[in-house]
């Protein structure tokens, strides 16, 4: 093999494991039996959550995943692989399982989460969650409830003191 060939296959593996390094959530899928534009609406779907979706080959796939330290992928990476990343750790998983309820034919393979490599079911649990900002807006209003109710009960009494 080129010596060039070599170095641009390199660059590829370090910008992949950077690329991962980067992300809260990885999930590997195997996306045969879809059409081109079926994985073109899933890549446009994850693109407008701010995901990214990379079909790469498993040779480059392998050396990228062994680069950032996750161990005991090689038996899942055989056969066709696409990745999709996300810096949001449960944007990933909730856009592919809902691609999921209308076109069978992808797979899920495995996922990391946060550097935990996960299996397809906890990937279906994160896939409930809402996204970031879904818990932020239940978090404000956990927090928002007592006051509000304290506020209701002033009023109450400024009424009743009116009367």
């Known amino acids: 093999m080129k010596e ?9 593996v370090d910008l992949l494991a950077d690329k991962f390094q980067e992300s809260k959530s ?15 609406n899933l890549r446009n779907i994850l693109y407008s959550e701010g995901c990214e979706m990379h079909v790469i080959k498993n040779n480059i796939l392998r050396r990228a995943v062994k680069k950032v330290g996750y161990e005991g992928l090689d038996e899942v990476l055989v ?34 989460i946060e550097g935990k490599i996960t299996n397809e079911d906890d990937l279906k649990v994160l896939a409930k969650l809402p996204n970031k900002d879904g818990m932020l807006s239940m978090l404000l209003s956990v927090l928002q409830a007592p006051i509000r109710k304290l506020a209701v009960a002033v009023k109450a009494v400024a009424e009743k003191q009116e009367a």
Do not use: H, M, Q, W
Request: hydrophobic share 45%.
């Open 26 to 40: 990885l999930v590997f899928i195997d996306y045969l039996g879809l059409t081109v534009a079926e994985v073109s």
């Open 4 to 12: 060039a060939t070599i170095k641009k296959k390199a660059e590829k």
């Open 79 to 112: 056969g066709p692989n696409a990745v999709a990343l996300s810096k949001d750790a449960t944007n990933t998983s909730r856009i592919i399982y809902d691609f999921l309820k209308t076109n069978k034919k992808l797979k899920v393979k495995l996922g990391v």
